[in-house]
Nanobody, 127 residues
């Protein structure tokens, strides 16, 4: 599976961006997918994830109510709609996919769970 992220850019605080991640491979619909981000000098941080069927999601507390993750298995894409952006959202955003299965959805917050990673797209929010 190869992942290609796009949609990053420069936006003013309060603005919106939509990130997209295009995946190759027929098995994408069986993978959990997620977005992580990494700011300079900081560790990679979980942002949001979505279950293979799209029926369950999870979010970092600081983005709840502002970000929405979605997926289209027919188009093998996963998106992250980001509204009300803040300067602290500035980071490189990565999409990721996991072929692992675990009944505990909290398990999917860890970056080590994910087998495939996109190249990252820069999001910069100015104040």
């Amino acid at each position: 599976v190869q992942l290609q992220a796009s949609g990053g850019g420069l936006v003013q605080a309060g603005g919106s961006l939509r990130l997209s991640c295009s995946a190759s491979g027929r098995t994408f619909s069986t993978f959990a997918t997620a977005w992580f981000r990494q700011a300079p000098g900081k560790e990679r941080e979980f942002v949001a994830n979505i279950k293979w069927g799209g029926d369950r999601t999870d979010y970092l507390d600081s983005v709840k109510g502002r970000f929405t993750i979605s997926r289209d298995n027919a188009k093998t894409t996963v998106s992250l709609q980001m509204n009300s952006l803040k300067p602290e959202d500035t980071a490189v955003y990565f999409c990721a996919a996991s072929k692992k299965y675990d009944s505990d959805w909290a398990y999917y917050r860890g970056p080590s769970v994910y087998d495939y990673w996109g190249q990252g797209t820069q999001v910069t929010v100015s104040s």
